[in-house]
């Protein structure tokens, strides 16, 4: 059984004169007890994908179901049966953690004692400090309450928008060693982040912007259609590098990654030229090697097409 099925689902904001296409027709579908990534920048409409997937927003067009459930005619079942932790931290700061938590258990009529083998990995890290008001936690702190909370009531899904946003990088790790093993529960999670490392850490991935779904598949698949090679340069002046490398005629595409820029070559190019090239523009310090491409060069191959 699908967990979520998605048709051309769509969502405008705006007047009649003004539309914004947050969302634009898009379809796919999620496995039971399955990792799902929704991988995009910021504005690429991954927020109001989950709102409209846990019921918060009506989708202009399309439709969508959740655990079997239609998003718009059972709205109701899909609330007792997921779990969304959003974005932004969204639990009441004047109450403790013991009391967020004890809060959020009343409303879905169950206790923390009775589904305490669900969030125990989790509450543990927390129970310490569980006499502390929220507002007061670290931002790592915070994001494990959130996950408790939304796993209070046992949901057969759970959609975490942008959970490890600003987050630092063991709570990111912890977070994504806590997801392994809710998925090994049997509960299916949808993530959204706009981290492209955390794309291979999931089951299969969408890659989305501009409120489209450019690719979806496994991490893998995504990064073995991507056939070009790509050189990884550097050299004294990466600003003008970066104009240099986009000008030269057996570069198909480059763009900054890290610590070096990539140039996606073409057919047939001569590394050796590209050197002598780069020496006649006065580079020094340059270095230049083959580097197998990834999921955000996939990505940029796939917003340049």
Known sequence: MKSVIVNDLVKNYG????????????????????????????????????????????????????????????????????????????????????????????????????????????????????????????????QKLSLSCALIHRPTVLFLDEPTTGVDAVSRKEFWEMLKRLKQQGITILVSTPYMDEASLCDRVALMQNGQILSSGTPAAIVNAFKETVLAIKADNMYRLLNDLATYGDIKDSYSFGEYHHAVMKEGYNEEALKKYLQQQNYTQVEMHVTKPGIEDRFMQLMKN
Do not use: W
């Open 15 to 142: 007047t009649k004169k003004a539309v914004v296409n947050a969302v634009k027709g898009i379809s796919f579908e999620v496995e039971k007890a399955e990792l799902f990534g929704i991988i995009g920048p910021d504005g690429a409409g991954k927020t109001s994908l989950f709102r409209m997937l846990t019921t918060l927003l009506l989708p202009d067009g399309g439709n969508a179901s959740v655990d079997g459930s239609d998003i718009v005619k059972d709205f109701k079942a899909i609330r007792n049966k997921v779990g969304y932790m959003p974005g932004r931290f969204s639990l009441y700061q004047d109450l403790t953690v013991e009391e967020n938590m004890n809060f959020f258990a009343t409303i879905f009529n169950t206790s923390i004692e009775e589904n305490y083998d669900l969030v125990k990995d989790i509450y543990v890290q927390i129970e310490p400090f569980k006499k502390r008001r929220a507002g007061k936690l670290s931002g790592g702190m915070k």
